[in-house]
């Protein structure tokens, strides 16, 4: 029902901006609550961002606020994580995941899943 494909990855040095996309191909045609993960090596999926269906609700994890900013642009099936301020310690493969069901900030609730896009940080 829902296709997520992540892009925008890659390597940068410490201080610099990147953004995220993730574009979805649903049917039928709707927009639902998206999250955006991370995951580092050796360490579990961790909530990065979340947004509501409309774009006017926001979460954000302790430890990138003030420097991501999650928004989606429902008519292009698209949601971003704009990252500023970048550290090698946000150095992990990106997810994007939809239609959480129960909750937001763990990825159990999401239903869809994206493949992945690398993020590295170099100091």
């Known amino acids: 029902q829902v296709q997520l494909v992540e892009s925008g990855g890659g390597l940068v040095q410490a201080g610099d901006s990147l953004r995220l996309s993730c574009a979805a191909s649903?049917?039928?045609?709707?927009?639902?609550?998206m999250g955006w993960f991370r995951q580092a090596p050796g360490k579990e999926r961790e909530f990065v961002a979340a947004?509501?269906?409309?774009?006017?609700?926001?979460d954000y994890a302790d430890s990138v606020k003030g420097r991501f900013t999650i928004s989606r642009d429902n008519g292009k099936n698209t949601v971003y994580l704009q990252m500023n301020g970048l550290k090698p310690e946000d150095t992990a493969v990106y997810y994007c995941?939809?239609?959480?069901?129960?909750?937001?900030?763990?990825?159990?609730?999401?239903?869809?899943w994206g493949q992945g896009t690398q993020v590295t940080v170099a100091s």
């Open positions: 649903r049917r039928p045609l709707t927009t639902n609550p």
């Open positions: 995941a939809s239609d959480p069901t129960g909750g937001y900030n763990a990825p159990a609730y999401y239903r869809y």
């Open positions: 947004i509501s269906s409309s774009g006017q609700i926001v």
